[in-house]
């Protein structure tokens, strides 16, 4: 029958596309992550790897620029792992379940690639951003073929090895959900830096630009404030 073709139809989308996805829903597979996640199940960090977090998550959102955001916004279909990659950027930043058009109005707001250049704790909701990396962590095992390791430099090579050749924004998308996860994680135990006078490492490009305009201005200061001294005339004292 003509309707149970299209049933069968729609069945074979539906496999097909699952087999595309950046994920894995088998129920034996990664089991523990199918479990509720608690602020302990982010990664452990302790004060200097805080403090590093939050720079790098500055840094990655610094990174990305307008070009790749019109890269994303030009994208129709975006691969899995980028639509994936999203969703969760999406429920960290209390979107409900985005899709690639909650997405797109996401990365068209003008203040969002100002939010990902700073950190402040208390502006995200535990329970999305536990929600984010349950999501996270469970696909990033799937797309590595891996069981789930947290603190592996080398658990997420896989993705620095693919995501430059489909998207160079995605990649800094990427670092910057790594950072924050463990920036979140800090957060949970030592609070805002600001907050607990956490004293944070500075950009060494900022430093060398600091550096740079203050021996410009000492430079043009030497120039112009050169004082030209008179000579003092000697106190002439009478003979007697």
Aim: no cysteine; aromatic share 10%; glycine share 2%.
């Amino acid at each position: 029958p003509v309707e149970n073709k299209v049933y069968n139809m729609a069945e074979a989308v539906k496999i097909s596309n699952k087999k595309e996805q950046f994920h894995t829903s088998s129920p034996d597979v990664h089991k523990k992550y199918v479990e509720e996640y608690t602020i302990e199940s982010l990664p452990k960090v302790t004060k200097e790897e805080f403090r590093t977090s939050i720079l790098n998550l500055e840094k990655a959102g610094k990174s990305l620029d307008k070009s790749h955001i019109r890269d994303f916004l030009s994208t129709v279909r975006p691969e899995p792992i980028i639509a994936k990659l999203f969703q969760v950027l999406g429920i960290i930043k209390g979107y409900k379940n985005p899709n690639w058009i909650k997405v797109r109005d996401m990365i068209t707001n003008p203040t969002f690639r100002i939010e990902l250049m700073s950190f402040k704790g208390h502006d995200y909701d535990a329970e999305n951003v536990l929600k984010a990396y349950k999501i996270f962590e469970s696909s990033a095992a799937a797309f590595v073929q891996k069981s789930p390791r947290r603190n592996d430099k080398e658990y997420y090579a896989k993705f620095y090895e693919i995501l430059p050749k489909i998207s160079e924004g995605s990649v800094h998308i990427f670092d910057w959900i790594i950072s924050f996860f463990k920036a979140y994680s800090g957060y949970s135990k030592f609070g805002n830096p600001a907050d607990n006078q956490i004293e944070m490492p500075e950009d060494p490009e900022e430093v060398t630009l600091r550096t740079k305009m203050k021996l410009r201005q000492e430079a043009i200061k030497n120039r112009t404030a050169t004082v030209v001294k008179k000579p003092v005339n000697p106190i002439k004292v009478p003979i007697q």
